[in-house]
Nanobody, 124 residues
Framework: QVQLVESGGGLVQLGGSLRLSCVTS????????VAWFRQAPGKAREGVSC???????KYAPSVRGRFTISRDISKKAVYLQINASKPEDTAVYSC??????????????????WGQGTQVAVAE
């Protein structure tokens, strides 16, 4: 069965860095699209970044230049490196996945499998 488990969240000082992990099972990373979403208090869930089956990446404008998505196929893991953190980065971060061989991933919510999320808090 497909499973996604996030970890790495916590409290970080303004401008600090954090790396989130999404450990996957039940599928091959090079046949799926995987994305990171976040939901801040009182706000709707938004797509942050995604990585396609071929390794192509995409970022939301609000995090471009600060966040980096990557994967380690041998470890079946997808990561989100957060740098130069801002208070508005405070949110529950979730990873999501869906089977997609050929098309570029998108930051919509068209993902079948979802993790439970990990909390990130940026101190002001």
């Amino acid at each position: 069965q497909v499973q996604l488990v996030e970890s790495g969240g916590g409290l970080v000082q303004l401008g600090g860095s954090l790396r989130l992990s999404c450990v996957t099972s039940g599928f091959y990373l090079d046949t799926y699209k995987v994305a990171w979403f976040r939901q801040a208090p009182g706000k709707a869930r938004e797509g942050v970044s995604c990585i396609s089956a071929d390794g192509t990446t995409k970022y939301a404008p609000s995090v471009r230049g600060r966040f980096t998505i990557s994967r380690d196929i041998s470890k079946k893991a997808v990561y989100l490196q957060i740098n130069a953190s801002k208070p508005e980065d405070t949110a529950v971060y979730s990873c999501a996945a869906g089977y997609e061989l050929f098309r570029m991933c998108r930051l919509n919510q068209d993902y079948v499998y979802w993790g439970q999320g990990t909390q990130v808090a940026v101190a002001e």
